[in-house]
């Protein structure tokens, strides 16, 4: 299957500093990638949908001022949060998009990225 | 926008029995995908199967299209097992991803 990586794995970050997240696809070119939220003991919330060359699409209620998107190649997609507050904390996920024949639309995700904001 | 709904929350199973989970969707899909998400996060692909029936393993997956459903068969359970599983889909017109609640799942042994 494919490979998708994330960096940092985990990041500890004081109140007011922004975190950069990265989001590479290993094995793939990926034009669609995704980000996600997590908080403990709950299913996957999507944040946004990231294009490689254009702008982001977020969800409903994700702030786009807050959360930076930025897909500048079709292996790399990050995600910056900025101003980063306690209520930020939680388990970001990116994921790639394959466009496959015989798996389109099938997407592969990243090992997480764990934010703890002090 | 979608629903996606899975059954049971939660399951306890010895270890070297078989289960089913459920997931039930509110609409046409043109993906349908089972994770399993390990104590660590990583979310795992078993199966990308919007229609049919896929076997890997111990597992397999049916996916009835026109009747909105999806089962997940474990046979043979083992500890390893253990874990959180989702169900997740995206609607025929797009692919966005939205997941189920999820059944965790915890194999004693």
């Known amino acids: 299957g494919a490979v998708v990586s994330q960096h940092p794995s985990w990041v500890i970050c004081k109140s007011g500093t922004s975190v950069k997240i990265e989001c590479r696809s290993l094995?793939?070119?990926?034009?669609?990638m995704f980000w996600y939220r997590q908080f403990p003991k709950q299913s996957l919330m999507l944040m946004a949908t990231s294009n490689e060359g254009s702008k982001a699409t977020y969800e409903q209620g994700v702030e786009k001022d807050k959360f930076l998107i930025n897909h500048a190649s079709l292996t790399l997609s990050t995600l910056t949060v900025t101003s980063a507050h306690p209520e930020d904390s939680s388990f970001y996920i990116c994921?790639?998009?394959?466009?496959?024949?015989?798996?389109?639309?099938?997407?592969?995700f990243g090992p997480g990225t764990r934010l703890t904001v002090l | 926008g979608i629903q996606v709904e899975q059954s049971p929350p939660d399951l306890i199973l010895q270890e070297g029995a078989n289960s089913t989970l459920r997931c039930n969707f509110s609409?046409?899909?043109?993906?349908l995908q089972w994770f399993h998400q390990n104590p660590w996060g990583q979310l795992i692909n078993l199966f990308y199967i919007p229609s049919g029936t896929k076997q890997n393993g111990r597992l397999s997956a049916t996916t009835v299209a026109t009747e909105r459903y999806s089962l997940l068969y474990i046979s043979s359970s083992q500890t390893t097992d253990s874990g959180v599983y989702f169900c997740a889909v995206a609607p025929a017109a797009g692919n966005k991803l939205t997941f189920g609640g999820g059944t965790r799942v915890l194999v004693k042994p």
């Open positions: 094995d793939f070119q990926a034009t669609t």
């Open positions: 609409d046409s899909v043109n993906n």
């Open positions: 994921s790639a998009r394959v466009t496959a024949a015989n798996s389109y639309n099938e997407q592969f």
